[in-house]
């Protein structure tokens, strides 16, 4: 009892009470800084992964577009001489 009555008396005691759970609170929010900070990389991450593969869709559809229109070129041309 007499402890209880110089814990509630004690202004160090309420002081530390204080600090501890102010630290526990920023511990808290340091840890959900960290986890959006964590899943934002990974959304950076993910959305690269997918523009790059996308650039290499691009490239690919360029490359058919490019021979198809070599192609159509060289069909004309193949039939201009024979028209001759």
Known sequence: MNAMRIYK????IKE???KIS????NKERSAQINEGQYR????LEHDCHID??????????????RDAE?????????NKYSLQ
């Open 9 to 12: 008396q004690s202004d160090e």
């Open 16 to 18: 530390m009470q204080r």
């Open 22 to 25: 102010a630290a526990l609170v």
């Open 40 to 43: 934002r990389q990974l959304d």
């Open 52 to 65: 790059k593969t996308l650039l290499q869709v691009k490239e690919v559809q360029d490359l058919i577009d």
């Open 70 to 78: 070599a192609r159509r070129q060289q069909d004309r041309l193949q």
